[in-house]
């Protein structure tokens, strides 16, 4: 079946009225946000059913179903179109906007598309625009882990992990890596808010070899990811914005992943589900895999919902279902 094509029907862009007197001010990266400067746009949408150069606002219709979208094992291609910034990377701020807000009208749904520059903006920025958004929309605006035990989140973590690793067949003695983008908020001292709108998120690993993380049971790979979490601490983020500030970097993803490593990404605790916006909760998450690095094991994983998982090429899966 040939899918339609995305109609645009109006674009704008929507600045502060009155005008702010000091918006030509410059506003000073910190290192986290430099370093993503290669990397790519976040781009992550809601879809909803229908009931009865500032930031850029796009209305845009499809002829298409809810069901289109919902149906296929994969994200659909079409998918792509719901978002204005689509393969754009971080150093294309310069000339394009650093927000686009995309809604797409359905048959017989909607679909609110956000795409924002990722060196203004980490992941609990983007939900915490994306929650305040909807909030201004309901009128009731409101400007707003430690643990000792093992979370069902660090256990999903290595059951994925090994199952991936043994889905690759790869040696014993080769290493292999888990890796999660942690909130570093909270960790500082003193801790950042959870409001503050940029990037502050760090990589941690667990590494083992191939043979002992399968020597060993599930517990032992998660109490492994559990200890890199509970030592990422205010002295760790020091010590990177110091060496950062000595020799500064900027992330190149070609680098920062091998087919030897498993990344998490993203969180289960943004609140993707509580926007409301007159249509009831939304049916589904959806975001678009921008992120390709080909390896031994031949796919690329992208878990959606829960978290996002780059290896080797690509694969996506809901909350536990995963195939490749």
């Not at 029907?9 to 918006?23: A, G, T």
């Not at 679909?111 to 309901?138: K, L, P, R, V």
């Amino acid at each position: 079946m040939n899918t339609p094509s995305l109609n645009l029907v109006s674009e704008c862009f929507i600045k502060p009225y009155p005008p702010i007197e000091d918006s030509n001010q410059i506003c000073y990266l910190g290192p986290w946000d430099i370093a993503m400067i290669s990397s790519h746009y976040i781009q992550k949408g809601l879809l909803f059913k229908k009931s009865s150069r500032g930031a850029k606002f796009i209305l845009a219709t499809l002829d298409i179903t809810v069901n289109v979208i919902l149906s296929p094992v994969d994200v659909p291609p079409i998918v792509k179109s719901f978002f204005d910034h689509h393969r754009a990377v971080n150093h294309d701020g310069h000339t394009m906007s650093l927000l686009s807000i995309q809604v797409t009208e359905l048959l017989d749904g909607v679909f609110i598309g956000c795409s924002m520059n990722h060196c203004i903006g980490d992941g609990t920025a983007y939900w915490n625009f994306f929650n305040t958004f909807s909030e201004i929309f309901q009128n009731d605006v409101h400007v707003p882990f430690d643990t000792n035990k093992i979370s069902s989140f660090q256990s999903l973590s290595a059951l994925v992990w090994r199952s991936i690793t043994r889905a690759c067949q790869q040696q014993c003695g080769q290493r292999t890596t888990c890796k999660l983008s942690l909130n570093n908020r909270t960790r500082i001292e003193p801790p950042l808010p959870n409001e503050y709108f940029g990037n502050s998120i760090h990589a941690v690993g667990a590494e083992t070899t191939v043979g002992e993380l399968f020597r060993n049971d599930l517990g032992w790979a998660a109490w492994k990811i559990h200890l890199a979490i509970a030592n990422h601490d205010d002295k760790v983020v020091q010590n990177y914005v110091e060496e950062w500030i000595r020799s500064p970097i900027v992330y190149r993803m070609d680098l920062f992943f091998d087919p030897y490593t498993v990344m998490m990404g993203s969180s289960p605790r943004f609140n993707m589900y509580g926007n409301e916006f007159g249509m009831g909760k939304a049916l589904a998450y959806k975001t678009i895999l921008y992120l390709s690095i080909v390896g031994a094991c031949g796919t690329v994983v992208h878990i959606v919902f829960i978290c996002h998982i780059y290896t080797d090429n690509a694969l996506s899966f809901g909350l536990i279902i995963f195939y490749y």
